[in-house]
């Protein structure tokens, strides 16, 4: 079946705090976003790319991804929106009607660099068999939950907690259903205090579904603040070496 990243880089990188949004800052002479799309491009597994960025940047992703690096893979460059679900809400929009169908998508941040083939391979062979899942890792760290008054309400067991990270890939049709459902039923979602931060809490949400978990790895970090792209130049030195 066809398998279609979606790539997200439409995010404004408050966290990272630079001018330049993270995902074009340079990282060991690429840019941030440069790494992933290259792992699509020389992938087995990914047929084709859905670009995602800032209304004002698609002409500027075009030159430099499309043009000057070659990316052929990269079928379309569409604006996200305000907020991640809404930037994926508007990749699924433009997928081809048949991929929408019959096909599976691969939802990555375009600020993880560090998703590999055999992460992809993991993957797929998990959403052919479960329809939904993403890759995570279980936690380092001792996670708490907090009440609103800054004390520890629990603890939950840590061998069951998971940090997610992507790509969360999914059968096209279940994921444009979820998506386009929440769509329909943001208010509501938001009225309810539910926050959409991922894209298997759509599918869980919206239809009920279980999401497998697939490993990832630790080195799948997604550059959120800036000791990260000092860690994430540590990691590409090792293995250009
Ligand atoms: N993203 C997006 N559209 C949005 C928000 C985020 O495409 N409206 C993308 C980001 O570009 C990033 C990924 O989703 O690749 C993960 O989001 P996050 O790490 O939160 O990035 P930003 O939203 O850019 O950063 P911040 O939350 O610190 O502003
Ligand atoms: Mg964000």
Redesign the pocket.
Known sequence: KRCTAIV?????????GTKT???YLNLCGYPVLWHCLHTFEESAVIDDMIL?TGEDQIDYCRTEFVEKYGFRKICKIVA?????Y??VLNGLRAMEKNACEDGYVFIH???RPFVDEPMLERVYADVCKYEACVVGMPVKDTIKIADTDGFIKETPKRSLVWQIQTPQVFSASLICYAYEELGRREKELLDRGIQITDDAMVVEEICGRKVRLTEGSYENM?L?TPEDLEIAETFLRRKNR
């Open positions: 997200l880089a439409a995010g404004q990188g408050k966290r990272m949004q993270k995902q995602v996200g929106g305000a907020e991640r809404h930037s941040d375009g600020a997604k959120t």
